[in-house]
């Protein structure tokens, strides 16, 4: 008998699979934060990442102290899951590389990926890239998967070349600083709700950096929602950053926003139902067009209803045992 194969093997072919990465990206700067968010992302799961901020979370002239404490956290016994990343400052920030050095000395092989923040453009990117790598060559440690925010006019207009970077693997969209950035042009409601999802210069923005994000097979990571004590405004908001903006993560500034964002981009029970048995009669079938609830079906679609367990997995949804045990034990890739 034909042994079955798996999903990321039969339908990706030579096309590599996008990475998966959790669906939410906690930001906390704060000391009693950050070890909160460790706490919370133990008791819950590694559904959710956390960056450790250097950048906005550092007191003016206590950057190095806050680094220090950034990989003294990311390194300890907190770190349960190793999905603990950092935001460096910017390119060409004076303390720009003792952040680098000092992470990637002290904490290179726990950290999960740094985060690069207002780039002005591709060159930014690309040199920041290099020296990180060279930091970690230095200190022998792995090469740190990066991300970027887009939040200027410079990034924006070359986001699909810094989307087809081969060292990013994800691009946020920094909306505070990206409408700050067009000063006083863009009103203040657009960083609120709903403007954020209005205002027509913030949208095209959105739909830029999503639409480079899955040009390049990268994960497109939406923007904060400021109301961080509105939780069905947040819900309603997450829904619309996946459904209609086609996010595959978002930013939280606050615990509280974790479950609402976690759960708006979990596929319904429905869904993960239908996506388990379709998969596993494409499977028996090796993958070959099947009809299945009277319409055809094949490997166009196969991917689709790939992704839905995929988010499933991630957001810690129940998967119906047949489906887990045939495509998530034990892992593949």
Not at 95 to 104: Q, R
Not at 193 to 217: D, N, S, T, W, Y
């Amino acid at each position: 008998m034909t042994d079955l194969l798996h999903p990321r093997l039969a339908l990706f072919g030579h096309e590599a699979a996008p990475p998966s990465l959790p669906v939410v990206d906690h930001y906390c700067g704060v000391e009693a934060r950050m070890r909160k968010s460790l706490a919370l992302q133990a008791e819950l799961g590694p559904v959710f990442d956390i960056t450790l901020d250097a950048e906005d979370g550092a007191p003016v002239g206590g950057e190095a102290e806050h680094a220090l404490l950034i990989a003294e956290l990311a390194t300890s016994s907190a770190n349960r899951f190793g999905r603990v990343g950092a935001r460096v400052h910017p390119f060409g920030h004076a303390v720009f590389e003792a952040d680098v050095d000092t992470l990637i000395a002290r904490a290179g092989a726990r950290l999960a990926y740094l985060m690069i923040p207002k780039p002005d453009s591709f060159d930014d990117v690309d040199r920041a890239a290099a020296a990180i790598d060279a930091a970690c060559d230095r200190h022998g440690a792995p090469k740190l998967p990066l991300q970027v925010l887009i939040e200027t006019h410079g990034a924006l207009r070359e986001v699909f070349r810094i989307a087809a970077h081969p060292r990013i693997e994800s691009l946020s969209f920094g909306l505070m600083d990206f409408v700050s950035a067009h000063g006083g042009a863009i009103p203040k409601t657009a960083m609120e709700l709903p403007g954020q999802f209005e205002h027509p210069l913030v949208v095209r923005a959105k739909l830029e950096i999503a639409a480079a994000a899955h040009a390049f097979g990268k994960t497109p990571s939406h923007c904060v929602v400021t109301e961080f004590r509105d939780g069905g405004r947040l819900a309603a908001a997450a829904r619309r950053a996946a459904r209609e903006f086609g996010y595959t993560r978002m930013w939280s500034i606050h615990p509280d926003q974790i479950r609402p964002i976690v759960d708006a981009f979990a596929p319904a029970a429905d869904e993960i139902e239908e996506a388990a048995e379709l998969l596993l009669a494409a499977q028996a079938a090796q993958w070959a067009p099947i009809s299945f609830h009277d319409r055809l079906h094949d490997r166009a679609s196969y991917r689709y209803f790939w992704t839905v367990l995929e988010r499933a997995e991630r957001t810690g949804r129940p998967l119906p045992e047949e489906a887990r045990s045939a495509f998530f034990q034990p892992a593949i890739g």
